[in-house]
Nanobody, 125 residues
Framework: QVQLVESGGGLVQAGGSLRLSCAAS????????MGWFRQAPGKEREFVAA????????PYAASVKGRFTISRDNAKNTVYLQMNSLKPEDTAVYYC??????????????????WGQGTQVTVSS
């Protein structure tokens, strides 16, 4: 299995930027897709972005497309989420997640087997 640890959250003003990182450890020698999800208070966890093992497929939620960029460095077992033009509605706990596989990354919470502990992102207006 794989263990995930997020970092990079914090407080930022609207219009600002943050970069989240997620470091994977454990059984990282097999192909695995990774995704970012978020959960705001009182809301369900929702898909943000995902990336295939090769990095060639990167679906995004409509609400973040054009503002957020997901990337990965397999040599470092790390996935990143660059968040630009942040809005107050982006405020949430952000989670990275993974599942073993090499195809198109699935934008569905239930498909992911491994989760990090989450990192808080707060965007002030």
């Amino acid at each position: 299995q794989v263990q995930l640890v997020e970092s990079g959250g914090g407080l930022v003003q609207a219009g600002g930027s943050l970069r989240l990182s997620c470091a994977a450890s454990g059984r990282t020698g097999s192909s695995y897709a990774m995704g970012w999800f978020r959960q705001a208070p009182g809301k369900e966890r929702e898909f943000v972005a995902a990336i295939s093992w090769s990095g060639g497929s990167t679906p995004y939620a409509a609400s973040v497309k054009g503002r957020f960029t997901i990337s990965r460095d397999n040599a470092k077992n790390t996935v990143y989420l660059q968040m630009n033009s942040l809005k107050p509605e982006d405020t949430a706990v952000y989670y990275c997640a993974a599942y073993y596989g090499s195809g198109y990354p699935r934008p569905v919470v239930s498909e992911y087997d491994y989760w990090g502990q989450g990192t808080q992102v707060t965007v002030s207006s």
